[in-house]
Each structure stands twice: as C-alpha cells, then as structure tokens.
T-cell receptor, first 114, second 112 residues
Framework: AQTVTQSQPEMSVQEAETVTLSCTYD???????LFWYKQPPSRQMILVIR??????QNATENRFSVNFQKAAKSFSLKISDSQLGDTAMYFC???????????FGKGTRLSVIA | DSGVTQTPKHLITATGQRVTLRCSPR?????VYWYQQSLDQGLQFLIQ???????AKGNILERFSAQQFPDLHSELNLSSLELGDSALYFC???????????FGDGTRLSIL
C-alpha cells in the first residue's frame, strides 16, 4: 500500500517571500502521479500542480513549482512571491496509474502573513 | 468552478438516521470518487465508480453504500448514522485513466 507523509503540520511565511512544503511517499510502483491540492478556508479542493513520475523535469505552474526526487521519494512544493490568497491547507497526494483513487497526506496548514 | 456539483452543501441530522448525498460529475467524466474528510482521519477514499460499475473500494463502512446511475451522477447513502460520521464528504470526477481528479465543493454532514 502507498503512504504519503507531510511532516510539517503548520508553516507560516511573510507575504512576497518563498516557502517550501515537504512531502515524502512510499510505493513499490515505478510509474505514478503526484499532486498538490490546496484547500482554502472555503473548503474547496483545488488542484495546484501535477507531476508524472516518468518525467524528470520538475512541473511548474506560475508561482508554484515542485522538486521531485524519485529515488528519494520526495515531492516538495515551492511557492514563490507568496500572496495572502495562498493561505490554505495543502495536501500532497499519490495516484497509481490506471484511474485509481488518490492517497493523501495529512496536510500542511500554510499561513501567509502581511 | 470545478464543474463537479454536490448537493446538499450542508446536512444536519440525528443519530440513527439515513441520508443521501448527490454528485454530478463534470461533463464527459466517467469516473466518480467519494472521499471523507474528518478531523482525526484526514482525507480518506471511500469508493469509486466508473461508467456505472464499482471500480474500487476503500475504507467504506458497511452502513454506507453508493451507486452511479446511467446519466453518470452518483449517490452516497449513509445509514444508521453515528456521531463519528460527522465529516466533509467530497465527490471527485475524472475523464479517464491518469487524468487529475476534480473535486466538488463537498457536503458538510453534522450528526447531532
């Protein structure tokens, strides 16, 4: 079974600064997908970024980028130029190939401070 | 807007009762997933349907059941409700294999 671990229950960052959220996972699969989802106080689950394990290049989406280290089974999220609207819970998630359910970490609560 | 519609947004009921949560997936999405988010257990997968057929089962209690109808909407039925069933229930959908899941806004279930 796959497991996802987020070791930072809470983090804070000053507005306009950069912050990195950590995620590690355990799997015996060689190909899979990794995701970061954002859950703001409104409780919606919003897809932030996705990484395919077979791609060596790290995914980027505007101010969001990942550092994917397959051998270390590590998948961190970097948020640049943090904005107040980035305040949310961030969940790391794992998905095996083939239209399978997501396995989530416990989440990291990020607060962006003005 | 993710395109996934869940109703109702909030539900308050008593122990021992039965409720039905409804989900309409994004247009064209064949897979529907149900997840439960509680304070102590985090986000947990309950059950998945693909084009009307059950595809995978997670930590779903026997008191819970689900189905996906020919028009692809899905319902999650929760019966003999207990205080511990209070949670946020999410539905997500995806178009096919290896595509991201898009989540609805959830149904907040409170058991009094």
């Amino acid at each position: 079974a796959q497991t996802v671990t987020q070791s930072q229950p809470e983090m804070s960052v000053q507005e306009a600064e950069t912050v990195t959220l950590s995620c590690t996972y355990d799997t015996s699969e060689s190909n899979y997908y990794l995701f970061w989802y954002k859950q703001p106080p409104s409780r919606q689950m919003i897809l932030v970024i996705r990484q395919e394990a077979y791609k060596q290049q790290n995914a980027t989406e505007n101010r969001f980028s990942v550092n994917f280290q397959k051998a270390a089974k590590s998948f961190s999220l970097k948020i640049s130029d943090s904005q107040l609207g980035d305040t949310a819970m961030y969940f790391c998630a794992f998905m095996k190939l083939g239209n399978t359910p997501l396995v989530f970490g416990k989440g990291t609560r990020l607060s962006v401070i003005a | 807007d993710s395109g996934v519609t869940q109703t109702p947004k909030h539900l308050i009921t008593a122990t021992g009762q039965r409720v039905t949560l409804r989900c309409s997936p994004r247009s064209g999405d064949l897979s529907v997933y149900w997840y439960q988010q509680s304070l102590d257990q985090g986000l947990q997968f309950l059950i998945q349907y693909y084009n009307g057929e059950e595809r995978a089962k997670g930590n779903i209690l026997e008191r819970f059941s689900a189905q996906q109808f020919p028009d692809l909407h899905s319902e999650l039925n929760l019966s003999s409700l207990e205080l511990g069933d209070s949670a946020l229930y999410f539905c997500a959908s995806s178009v096919d294999s290896n595509q991201p899941q898009h989540f609805g806004d959830g149904t907040r279930l409170s058991i009094l």
